[in-house]
T-cell receptor, first 113, second 111 residues
Framework: KAGVTQTPRYLIKTRGQQVTLSCSPI?????VSWYQQTPGQGLQFLFEYFSETQRNKGNFPGRFSGRQFSNSRSEMNVSTLELGDSALYLC????????????FGPGTRLTVL | QKEVEQNSGPLSVPEGAIASLNCTYSDRGSQSFFWYRQYSGKSPELIMSIYSNGDKEDGRFTAQLNKASQYVSLLIRDSQPSDSATYLC???????????FGKGTKLSVKP
């Protein structure tokens, strides 16, 4: 079974630009969660999508948004980029069965200049 | 504010020894607990999940959960240099379904 894939793997943007990141979950998994990882704050939850609906949201500004498509693929968008948005963005795929195990993709390393 | 606390380390153990990693959490309603391993420059990899009080063993790894003390630990037996990584404790809270992570403990296994 293929794992979680994320594209692109690396991205360099300048302040004020916007960016879209993509995540394809494990086949059959319907939940996708997004996390931001920085050296100072660690791993922080952004939002979760399940069956094309945002089910849960972390404490991030409205510049961070996401969506999920009918094939469970998800995208997250960051508008008006700030230097502090430089981070590793991770998506995690979760299947059913009630065990809540989440499996991470390789991440997208975003650098904002 | 729901929190997960870990000793940041670094924790240094000799090869072949037992490494003990600890984690406490603040949300008494938490039901699901996980340990992830993260190598430098890589994404977190799920290595253990535990849902009930007591011990759960998987190969060289043993997870221990004590809900009364709000404490979860990971033991790594016969530690190998390849175990050198940052270990992240994660908890799913009682009221929300998202993972809450600790800052991680950096483990170094010396040959």
């Amino acid at each position: 079974k293929a794992g979680v894939t994320q594209t692109p793997r690396y991205l360099i943007k300048t302040r004020g630009q916007q960016v879209t990141l993509s995540c394809s979950p494990i086949s059959g998994h319907r939940s996708v969660s997004w996390y931001q990882q920085t050296p100072g704050q660690g791993l922080q939850f952004l939002f979760e999508y399940f069956s094309e609906t945002q089910r849960n949201k972390g404490n991030f500004p409205g510049r961070f948004s996401g969506r999920q498509f009918s094939n469970s693929r998800s995208e997250m968008n960051v508008s008006t980029l700030e230097l502090g948005d430089s981070a590793l963005y991770l998506c995690a795929s979760q299947g059913g069965g009630g065990y809540n195990e989440q499996f991470f993709g390789p991440g997208t390393r975003l650098t904002v200049l | 504010q729901k929190e997960v606390e870990q000793n940041s380390g670094p924790l240094s153990v000799p090869e072949g020894a037992i490494a003990s990693l600890n984690c406490t959490y603040s949300d008494r309603g938490s039901q699901s607990f996980f340990w992830y391993r993260q190598y430098s420059g890589k994404s977190p990899e799920l290595i253990m999940s535990i849902y009930s009080n007591g011990d759960k063993e998987d190969g060289r790894f043993t997870a221990q959960l004590n809900k009364a003390s709000q404490y979860v630990s990971l033991l790594i037996r016969d530690s190998q240099p390849s175990d050198s990584a940052t270990y992240l404790c994660a908890v799913i809270g009682g009221s929300q379904g998202n993972l809450i992570f600790g800052k991680g403990t950096k483990l170094s296994v010396k040959p």
